[in-house]
């Protein structure tokens, strides 16, 4: 198998496996376990039709109609219609490595094998992908009750019918298909249920999140380290037996975090620090970035789960030869844990922000006022403060929570669901605003560093960075347009 080659089936994929595969145009392919488990489960579907046994979505309709049964001469017919019905996804189109995601994540519950498709499909949807064949899927659709209508704009597509994107160019899918040498998917019974009923647009975009969080955390601490370097702040905060006093969730991780990234600095002299307590902005570091790790460790568990998981309504239980009604599509616990994250950035954000604040006041921070280093005629940083305000309150605004059920649906059948695509979406958002916020921590703490003329004491960890950020960008001698600069390290954060 290449390097780069994920082979779902024999184990679930990884986190970065979907990254890779989404980001990265990683090819996927099928171990001989995962097809042993997707032929059980279709094994198990096919002897329930031949036994005449009812099975919601497989010889009935769906939602409030499970009460309607379908003949033998409609059921194949009934699931092609099945991703029409759904496709009712409006606004602007998902990004085309979210697609990529929610593509891999299906074809991982369908090696599961609780999903009961015929093989056909799940080898489908793996060549669409591994082709580069990408339906053209609208964004907002879906409460989270499944990604059903996400879901049945991809069917729609792999199917030939609607939009997709082929070598960077949109086009009808027939041509899309045809130009990549795949024929539709060929709908069989029970297929078109088991393309849409789960969650694999909110678990394919929590990947690429999960992914862009760590970023944020990673250079998060580093800008935190150099900020402590410039305002030359007390770092008894991070004294490993003062953390372990009250062991608070992630806290004393945070605190080893930082102390590595500490190590060799000459703030660890005695009488280096100018203050016995500084801001809590300051003092607070471990508990708060604990915060944020412990729930970035939950949310990393929830959607592992998903991952490892069939989440089907009903779930084929091929080991015992059952096909079973569940409610394994909800995705409470998931979204709580999600919630939980974002809310843990915007704690974080407001740290920043106040850190920045005060690293450029001369009351608090024996710096020139906003690091103009020429004096008072010039206006430094002082503008990128309103950025910083704005960041800081659309985090705050979007770590609101919108999980709480939506209003029933489905003739009052569908009364609950989790929200958990607007959820994962939301999160995506602060932790995009977030890397901002980071980089311009970065931007004022390299500048203040240098003011106060403390570059030869930084430990190597923070002279990198230090180094990192001078590499792409200036000390500001003169007053310049700033948007650039930050722009330039928001880059050096996703690279």
Not at 353 to 364: G, L
Not at 422 to 435: C, E, G, L, M, W
Not at 469 to 475: L, T
Request: a negative charge.
């Amino acid at each position: 198998m290449k390097a780069h080659d994920i082979c779902m089936g024999a184990a679930a994929p990884s986190i970065t496996d979907i990254a890779d595969i989404a980001r990265r145009g990683a090819k996927l392919s099928l171990s001989a376990e995962g097809m042993r488990r997707i032929r059980a489960g279709r094994a198990v579907v096919e002897r329930y039709v031949a036994e005449n046994r009812v099975v919601y979505g497989l010889n009935t309709g769906l939602g409030a109609s499970v009460d309607t049964a379908l003949a033998d001469a409609d059921m194949i017919a009934f699931q092609k219609r099945v991703p029409h019905s759904h496709s009712v996804g409006v606004g602007p189109v998902l990004p085309r490595e979210e697609v990529r995601a929610m593509m891999a994540v299906r074809v991982s519950g369908m090696a599961a094998g609780g999903t009961g498709a015929s093989e056909g499909i799940v080898t489908g949807i793996v060549a669409a992908l591994n082709a580069g064949v990408h339906p053209v899927i609208p964004a907002w659709g879906s409460i989270g009750a499944a990604d059903l209508a996400p879901l049945a704009h991809m069917s729609m597509g792999l199917m030939g019918l609607g939009l997709a994107e082929y070598g960077g160019s949109i086009m009808p899918a027939a041509e899309a298909l045809a130009r990549a040498g795949l024929e539709p998917l060929d709908i069989r019974i029970k297929d078109g249920h088991a393309l849409i009923a789960t969650n694999s647009l909110s678990t394919g975009a929590a990947c690429l999140c999960l992914e862009d969080a760590d970023r944020a955390l990673s250079w998060s601490l580093r800008a935190i380290a150099l900020n402590f370097e410039g305002f030359r702040a007390n770092l008894a905060t991070l004294d490993e037996e003062g953390l372990a006093a009250r062991p608070a969730m992630g806290q004393q991780r945070a605190g080893a975090c930082l102390r590595d990234l500490l190590v060799g600095s000459g703030l660890w002299a005695p009488g280096a620090a100018r203050r016995l307590q500084d801001p809590l902005s300051y003092r607070c570091v471990p508990q708060v970035w604990g915060g944020f790790m412990h729930a970035l460790d939950e949310a990393r568990q929830a959607t592992e789960i998903e991952l490892g998981s069939s989440a089907d309504n009903p779930v084929v239980l091929a080991d015992t030869g059952r096909i079973v009604t569940t409610g394994n599509f909800d995705m409470t616990a998931f979204v709580l844990s999600w919630e939980r994250l974002g809310q843990a950035i915007a704690h974080c954000a407001t740290g920043t922000a106040h850190r920045c604040m005060k690293i450029m006041s001369p009351a608090v921070s024996d710096l020139p006022r906003f690091l103009a280093a020429r004096g008072q005629n010039r206006g430094g940083y002082a503008e990128l403060q309103k950025t910083i305000s704005a960041m800081e309150a659309e985090i705050r605004h979007l770590a609101l929570p919108v999980s709480l059920s939506p209003i029933p649906v489905s003739d009052g059948i569908e009364d609950q669901s989790s929200m958990a695509p607007r959820v994962i979406s939301k999160t995506q958002d602060i932790v995009r605003r977030f890397h901002y916020m980071i980089a311009m921590e970065l931007l004022l703490s390299a500048e203040a560093v240098e003011l106060r003329g403390v570059t030869d004491t930084l430990g190597e960890r923070i002279l990198s960075v230090q180094k990192a950020i001078r590499d792409r960008v200036p000390a500001l001698d003169e007053d310049r347009e700033l948007g650039s600069s930050v722009m330039a390290l928001v880059d050096m954060i996703l690279s």
